[in-house]
C-alpha cells in the first residue's frame, strides 16, 4: 500500500515495479485434478440441447478447441486432457455470463493435432481460429475483422498496472518468440508498423525483435494503452471510441510471444505466466495451465488466505476481487494479488466534499468531482453529455486518491456498462 | 459450499491513499492551534469559554441534526467540530453565551445541513453564521467596545474601524498617522484588537503554510487572495493615500489571514480547476478592498467570501478539456 506523502502538495508517484537484476524463474504449478475453462457465452442449464458439440463425458484432448454451439464462434483451447465433468453457468463482473466447462484431468497427456496441421500453412482465419484466446488474450478478433482498418501494431512490453511484472518478463525471456510472433502477424496481416512499447532498460531486449522501439514512462498510468497511444504515439484516441477503431492493435509481449510459440512447436500454448503479489507484497512469477482453480496456485506457492483476506486478479488499481478460490486462472490474468484482512481500506457512503484531489490526478482531464455526482444519482447520460464520461482511461487514481472514498472508479465502469446496455436494447429495438 | 471461505468481494482499486475525512479536519484544526493558543492567553478564561462552548454546541447540533433526520452519526469526521472552532475564532472574547450557541446553530444547520449536509454546502457555514450574526446584532462585532475591559500595552482601537473612520473625517484625522500608528511587526504578533484567534498573524501564516505543504487546502486560492488584496489596496494607496490605507496595513489587520487560510479554501464552497481557483482567490481579495475602502462595513472579507461562493460553480465552468473530447 503506498500511503499519501507527508508533503500533500506533491502528486502521488505510483511507480510500475521492474524485474530485479537477477530475476528468479517462473515457479511451475504442477497439473491440477480439475481444470476450468470459461468460454464466452452464456449457459441456460434448463435447455437441453441435442446440438451441443461438447457434452459430459467427452475426452478432450491438449489444445483441443472447444466450442459449445455450431452457431457461435466463440471457443476455448482445452489446457489440459481429460474428461468433461461439468458444464454450467458462471458469472463475471458486471453481469458477464459464461459457460463454465469443467475437465477431470487425465494422467496421460496427449496433444491435440489439428493446430499442428494448420500451422504449416499459416493463415489469417485459422489464426484466429485457435489463437484468439492463447495467453495473453491477443484481440485479433475484434481487430482483424473485414470491416476494421488495422495499419498499426502496438506491442506492450510494459505492464498497465502496478506490481506486475509479467509482459517485462516474457520480453526479457522470451524474446525470440516475440520475434517469431511479430514475423507471423507482419506476414499474416500485412501491417508492416510494428511498434513496441517498453520500459527505458528493456530497451535492449526489445531491439532484438525488429520492431520499432519506443520508450514508456514508468510511473503509472503511462502504461495504459490510451496513454501510450498519447504519450508515445502522440495520437489521441477520441471518447468513446476504441483503440481499433484507430486502427490500432494492442497486443501484450506475452500474447506475441504465445503467437510466436505456437507456430514454433505447432502446438496452442497454454500454460499462463503471471505475477503473484502475496500478502506481504513480495513477489513471485508462476507459471499454470490455464484453467487452473487458484486453490491449487496458492497452495503450491504457500499463500495462506483466510475468511475476509481479499483475492484480486488483475492489478491492484484496476482490477477485480474474486469471491472463491475456486476460479480459474485466465488467459488474461497477470496479477494475482491477495490481501490480508488487516490492509483492506473500507470504501464509504460519504458524498464528494469537492477537495478537487481527483481533478488534479486525472491523466484525463476530466471534471471527475462533477461526474460522479451524476453518476452516483444514476444520471449516466447527463454524465456523457457535460462531464466526459467516455473520455476516461479507467486508470482508477481518482478513487485511489479520493478523501471521501467514494467508489468512484465503480461508478464510471458502472455507468459505462448501463449506457452500453441501453445502446444494444436500443438496437435491437 | 459451506465450508468456503468467505472473502471481501469489492471493487477496483484496491489501494486508496489513506486519506480520510476525518484526517482533513483534525488537521486542519492543528492548523488552527497557534493562533488560536495565543487568543487564549490574551483574552484569558472569557476566550476560552467561547473556544469550548463554540466547539461543543457545533457538535451537539449536527448530533441533532442526525439524530433528527435519523442519518449515522457524522461528529467523528471532525468537520462540526472544526465548524465550531474556525466560528469561536473571529468571535471576540466578550460575547454571551447565547450568541455562540445560536451561532454555531446558524453554522452547522443554516449554513451546512440543510444544504445536505458536508459537501453540499455552497457557502462557508462559519462565514453564514459571521455574515447573519453580523447583520442581527452588530454591536457584539464591534471589537473596540467588546473588549473595552481588556487593557493591553497597545493601542485598543479595532484598526480597520479607527481607517475607515479617519477616511470620512480627513479634516479630523490622518490615515497614514493611525496606519503609521500599527507596524506591521506589531501586527503580526497579534498587537491589535480583533477576534479571539484572527490577530496572531504571524500564527494564521504558520497554520496556512503547513496546510498548503501538507495539500489540505489549495495555495493557488490563498495565494491568490492575498495577491488581490495587496494589489487593490495597493491601488487605492497610490490614488489617495490620505484616505487609503496601504497594502501591509490590509494583509495583517481584520480577518485577512483567517480569512485566506481557514475561510476562502473550504471545500465545497470554493472551486477545484486552476484558473477558477486564481479567479476566485483574486475577486475575493478585490471584492474585500472595495467593501472595505469604499462599502459600509468595516471588513469586507466575510461578505467578499460570500460573494464569490456564490460564482465559484460558474468558475469552475472554466476548465480544460478532457482528452479525446470532440466538440
Redesign the interface.
Known amino acids: 500500500m503506498i500511503k499519501r506523502s507527508f508533503i500533500g502538495l506533491a502528486k502521488p508517484r505510483l511507480e510500475n515495479q521492474f524485474l530485479e537484476e537477477k530475476q528468479s524463474e517462473p515457479v511451475k504449478i504442477p497439473a491440477s485434478k480439475k481444470v476450468t475453462l470459461l468460454l464466452n457465452v452464456p449457459f441456460d442449464p434448463y435447455i437441453k440441447r441435442e446440438s451441443d458439440l461438447i457434452k459430459i463425458g467427452d475426452t478432450v484432448k491438449t489444445g483441443q478447441r472447444l466450442s459449445i454451439s455450431p452457431d457461435s464462434d466463440e471457443y476455448v483451447i482445452s489446457s489440459v486432457t481429460g474428461t468433461v465433468s461439468y458444464i454450467t453457468s458462471f458469472s463475471g463482473g458486471l453481469g458477464q455470463a459464461y459457460t463454465a466447462i469443467s475437465i477431470d484431468v487425465a494422467e496421460k497427456e496427449e496433444i491435440d493435432e489439428e493446430f499442428a496441421k494448420i500451422s504449416k500453412t499459416p493463415n489469417l482465419k485459422d489464426t484466429i481460429n485457435f489463437l484468439a484466446g492463447v495467453p495473453g488474450n491477443p484481440p485479433l478478433k475484434s481487430c482483424f475483422q473485414p470491416e476494421k482498418s488495422i495499419n498499426t501494431i502496438v506491442i506492450s512490453g510494459a505492464d498497465s498496472d502496478l506490481l506486475t511484472i509479467t509482459n517485462q518478463y516474457i520480453l526479457k525471456s522470451k524474446a525470440a518468440s516475440v520475434k517469431k510472433g511479430i514475423g507471423i502477424l507482419m506476414k499474416l496481416t500485412g501491417v508492416n508498423n510494428i511498434i513496441m512499447i517498453v520500459p527505458q532498460y528493456l530497451m535492449q531486449a526489445a531491439s532484438t525483435t525488429g520492431a520499432n522501439v519506443r520508450i514508456v514512462d514508468s510511473q503509472y498510468p503511462a502504461g495504459l494503452p490510451h496513454l501510450i497511444m498519447k504519450d508515445v504515439l502522440n495520437q489521441i484516441v477520441p471518447a468513446g471510441k476504441s483503440l481499433e477503431d484507430s486502427g490500432v492493435c494492442f497486443l501484450t509481449a506475452e500474447a506475441v510471444a504465445s503467437i510466436g510459440t505456437a507456430f514454433e512447436k505447432g502446438q496452442v500454448p497454454v500454460t499462463k505466466t503471471f505475477t503473484l503479489v502475496k500478502k506481504d507484497e513480495s513477489r513471485i512469477l508462476v507459471s499454470a495451465r490455464i484453467g487452473t482453480p487458484i486453490r491449487d496456485i496458492f497452495k503450491a506457492c504457500d499463500v495462506a488466505v483466510n475468511d475476509k483476506d481479499r483475492i484480486i486478479m488483475g492489478g491492484v488499481l484496476t482490477g477485480s476481487s474474486v469471491y472463491t478460490e475456486d476460479q480459474p486462472l485466465q488467459v488474461d490474468t497477470d496479477t494475482i494479488v491477495v490481501q490480508d484482512r488487516g490492509n483492506i481500506q473500507p470504501t464509504t457512503d460519504y458524498p464528494c466534499i469537492n477537495c478537487g484531489e481527483c481533478v488534479r490526478i486525472c491523466p484525463a482531464k476530466i471534471p471527475v468531482n462533477m461526474l460522479v455526482r451524476f453518476l452516483e444519482a444514476g444520471q449516466y447520460e447527463q454524465g456523457a453529455e457535460s462531464y466526459d464520461l467516455y473520455s476516461c482511461v479507467e486508470c482508477g487514481l481518482c478513487s485511489y486518491v479520493c478523501v471521501s472514498r467514494i467508489p468512484i472508479f465503480q461508478y464510471i465502469r458502472l455507468a459505462k456498462h448501463e449506457l452500453a446496455k441501453i445502446k444494444e436494447a436500443e438496437a435491437t429495438e | 459450499m459451506s465450508n468456503?471461505?468467505?472473502?471481501?468481494?469489492?471493487?477496483?482499486?484496491?489501494?486508496?491513499?489513506?486519506?480520510?475525512?476525518s484526517i482533513?479536519s483534525y488537521n486542519i484544526m492543528l492548523a488552527t492551534l497557534p493562533a488560536v493558543i495565543f487568543g487564549l492567553f490574551q483574552y484569558g478564561m472569557p476566550a476560552l469559554g467561547v473556544v469550548a462552548l463554540a466547539i461543543s454546541s457545533a457538535v451537539i447540533w449536527e448530533l441533532v441534526w442526525n439524530v433528527v433526520t435519523k442519518r449515522s452519526n457524522a461528529i467523528g469526521?471532525g468537520n462540526s467540530a472544526l465548524i465550531g472552532l474556525v466560528f469561536a475564532m473571529l468571535l471576540p472574547a466578550t460575547v454571551p453565551w447565547w450568541f455562540v450557541i445560536i451561532g454555531t446553530f446558524v453554522a452547522v444547520i443554516i449554513g451546512k445541513q440543510i444544504w445536505?449536509?458536508?459537501?453540499?454546502n455552497a457557502f462557508h457555514p462559519v462565514v453564514v453564521a459571521i455574515a447573519i450574526l453580523t447583520l442581527s446584532w452588530k454591536d457584539y462585532f464591534d471589537f473596540q467596545a467588546a473588549l473595552v475591559n481588556y487593557d493591553f500595552d497597545f493601542s485598543m482601537i479595532f484598526p480597520l474601524a479607527a481607517v475607515k473612520h479617519a477616511a470620512q473625517h480627513t479634516d479630523l484625522f490622518s490615515v497614514s498617522e493611525i496606519v503609521k500608528s500599527f507596524s506591521a511587526g506589531d501586527l503580526l504578533m497579534g498587537k491589535q484588537a480583533g477576534g479571539i484567534g484572527a490577530t496572531f498573524g504571524l500564527g494564521l501564516l504558520i497554520g496556512g503554510i503547513y496546510l498548503?505543504?501538507?495539500?489540505?487546502i489549495?495555495?493557488e486560492i490563498s495565494v491568490s487572495f492575498l495577491v488581490g488584496i495587496f494589489v487593490t489596496a495597493l491601488l487605492f494607496n497610490i490614488a489617495d493615500s490620505a484616505r487609503y490605507a496601504g497594502p501591509v496595513f490590509h494583509l495583517f489587520t481584520g480577518y485577512t489571514l483567517i480569512g485566506a487560510f481557514f475561510l476562502l479554501t473550504e471545500?465545497?464552497s470554493?472551486p477545484?480547476?486552476f484558473i477558477p481557483m486564481l479567479i476566485y482567490g483574486f475577486g475575493a481579495g478585490v471584492m474585500t478592498v472595495l467593501i472595505r475602502n469604499i462599502g459600509v462595513y468595516v471588513d469586507g472579507v466575510i461578505f467578499a467570501i460570500l460573494v464569490l461562493n456564490l460564482v465559484s460553480p460558474i468558475l469552475?465552468k472554466i476548465?480544460?478539456?478532457?482528452?479525446?473530447?470532440?466538440v
Not at chain 2, 468456503?4 to 475525512?21: E, M, T
Request: glycine residues 14%; without cysteine.
Open positions: 468456503q471461505k468467505k472473502f471481501i468481494v469489492s471493487h477496483a482499486p484496491f489501494w486508496l491513499d489513506g486519506s480520510k475525512i482533513r469526521d445536505g449536509g458536508i459537501g453540499a498548503m505543504l501538507r495539500g489540505f489549495r495555495w471545500d465545497s470554493s477545484v480547476n469552475d476548465r480544460p478539456q478532457a482528452i479525446g473530447k470532440v
